[in-house]
């Protein structure tokens, strides 16, 4: 699925406060920590069965509301930290959206089996010959 920043920008509030650790007096003057909030359950971007995997895959980032929680404060720019958390969420999607294509189950090829089967009988016969000779 092709997931891109301005259908989620429709859907997506941002929530912006003061950031904490280094920066100086920057930290106390500017609100450079920014929260992403989506709601996964009004979604419109997404359909019923994508929404049910998004919110098992996504578990542990969404709140009782339905609300996908994306909290960035490395960079001591707010713009910069909206685009780390939309890149975040976009990442986060498209891991959780990924369905692997299912395994499909082989047999061993008839070349392997006898390979294995002649390495057995070596093996085996290797075996015999260590034993003590009796007369």
Do not use: C, W, Y
């Amino acid at each position: 699925m092709d997931i891109s920043q301005e259908k989620l920008l429709k859907e997506i509030s941002f929530k912006t406060s003061r950031s904490g650790g280094k920066g100086g007096q920057n930290v106390n003057k500017v609100s450079s920590k920014v929260e992403l909030n989506l709601n996964i359950k009004k979604s419109v971007l997404f359909s019923e069965p994508q929404k049910q995997r998004l919110i098992l895959k996504l578990v542990n980032r969404i709140n009782a509301e339905g609300i996908l929680q994306i909290i960035t404060e490395e960079e001591r720019s707010q713009h910069q930290n909206k685009q780390r958390s939309l890149k975040k969420l976009i990442l986060l999607i498209k891991t959780a959206l990924f369905q692997p294509k299912p395994r499909k189950a082989s047999k061993p090829k008839k070349a392997a089996v006898e390979k294995r089967l002649k390495s057995k009988q070596l093996n085996s016969i290797k075996k015999i010959n260590r034993g003590s000779i009796e007369f």
